[in-house]
């Protein structure tokens, strides 16, 4: 299915004035639940307009996308793809162009993760971890950077601080990370002057979905300076400063993590 199809105007209508709306605009991808939302609604609350990506949780992305549009109409809207679907994602600046005429910031957040222990790696997990951790974000980067430059725009990719620093078991997830962190360098000199290009390193904020055990909780907690898990707004508020109050910074990596990566 193309993206124009899965390009969710229901969200929004198109404003009825002629008067180019001044509110910056950001497409936040994996937005529709947990981090991704957090940053979306903090994003919101600064006064932007913003284009919630999402690929199956559409149900979370239309409550998001009616919450934010309840408070200011025609401010949220809903885009899908697959990361995985180079098609599809390299169509989002373009349509977000079509539908509010500018694109001012990106925040690659979407990613999957899962355990690959070696001796049991599959190609598909290779493909599911790059293409949703780097390989999506670098063409999705690409596709909105003429319009990021137009802007002097901001792209913030969240990374983790296992892209330094292995996690037990997670050899591809780290790698895969590791890439996006050289990306956000790499970008920043090519992006420059005009797009600031940095990273967000999450510790432990939120859970995996799946089945977490209490004692891994409770050892992470342990062997974070803080003695506690973060919050996705800890993240939200530190990709609002680097997106929107940091005029100066760019190549850059900030963890955000309670001092968890001073004990591993
Ligand atoms: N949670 C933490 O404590 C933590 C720690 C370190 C780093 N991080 C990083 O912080 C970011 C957000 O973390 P999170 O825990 O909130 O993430 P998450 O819930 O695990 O995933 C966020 C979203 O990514 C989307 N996604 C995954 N694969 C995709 C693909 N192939 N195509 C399109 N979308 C895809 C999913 O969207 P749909 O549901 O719509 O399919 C999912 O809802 C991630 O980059 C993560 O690596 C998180």
Redesign the pocket.
Known sequence: MSVTQHFDTTATDCPSSSKPDPAQVALV??A?????ARISRHLHQRGLRVAI??????E??QQLAQELNSQRAHSALIVH????DLNQLQQLPDQIIQHWGRLDILVN?????FPTPVGKVTATQWD?LF???VR?PFFLSQAAAPYLRQQQGALIN?????ASKPLAEHSLYCMA?ASLLMMTQSLAKELAPEVRVNAV?????????DDFPDHIHDTIVQRTALKRQ?D?QD?AQTVAFLALDAPFISGQVIAVDGGRSLHM
């Not at 793809?81 to 995985?84: A, F, K, V």
């Not at 390193?201 to 979905?209: D, K, V």
């Open positions: 991808t994996g529709a639940k947990r981090i991704g990506h999402c690929r199956h949780a559409n979370e992305a793809s697959d990361l995985n957040n979407a990613s999957s993760f599911d293409g949703s951790n999506g969240i990374v983790d601080i296992h990370k390193a999450p510790g432990y904020i939120l859970r995996p979905p973060g996705p993240i």
